[in-house]
């Protein structure tokens, strides 16, 4: 059985829903998906920090469309693991532990990675939304699109634009 490694910010909790929610709060008006498309994330929303260091910022994160369901499946054919960086803010990882126990109930405790540094990670595919996390992975990779990798060259990585083509990639 394959080991498939897959992130959580920006590929099963909508972070960018969350930055622009925060952002819209802070600011009386919620900018345009076409304002941060192609910009690195600390750039695209200049209180970034503030929003991540924010108790309950990575509890409440909408959940991505289909990942559910698909994340289920994948569960049943592949040695599944949720990897995520949880050490750099500190109450981000026991917000994502709640947080994955309430939306993949299916996922148990010894399925969940919290990691500073996912070059640790042994797997033969990765899901991930950044390329510094994927251009070290030595094995199968899929770049989830989210607004600031939209305008780079996917290069050796496949790119899924939802989790309806991650499903045609691996079930």
């Keep these: 059985m394959q080991r498939l490694a897959v992130d959580m910010d920006g590929v099963l909790a909508d972070v960018y829903e969350q930055f622009f929610r925060y952002d819209e709060k802070d600011f009386g008006k919620r900018r345009p998906?076409?304002?941060?498309?192609?910009?690195e994330e600390r750039k695209a929303f200049p209180y970034i920090n503030e929003y991540v260091y924010t108790e309950g910022f990575f509890r409440t994160a909408p959940i991505l469309k289909d990942s559910v369901g698909i994340l289920a499946a994948l569960n049943e054919v592949y040695e599944l693991f949720i990897v995520s960086a949880a050490m750099e803010f500190p109450q981000s990882l026991?917000?994502?532990?709640?947080?994955?126990?309430?939306?993949?109930?299916?996922?148990?405790?010894?399925?969940?990675?919290?990691?500073?540094?996912?070059t640790i990670i042994d797997a033969d595919i990765m899901i991930d939304d950044h390329f510094k996390n994927l251009d070290q992975f030595k094995g199968i990779t899929i770049l989830f699109s989210q607004?600031?990798?939209?305008?780079?060259?996917?290069?050796?990585?496949?790119?899924?634009?939802?989790?309806?083509?991650?499903?045609?990639?691996?079930?």
């Design 94 to 118: 026991p917000e994502k532990l709640e947080w994955l126990n309430e939306h993949f109930k299916f996922i148990s405790w010894q399925q969940i990675v919290f990691c500073g540094n996912k």
């Design 33 to 39: 998906l076409e304002d941060v498309v192609g910009v």
């Design 147 to 171: 607004p600031h990798n939209q305008l780079k060259n996917s290069g050796r990585h496949k790119r899924a634009e939802s989790w309806e083509q991650v499903a045609s990639l691996l079930l």
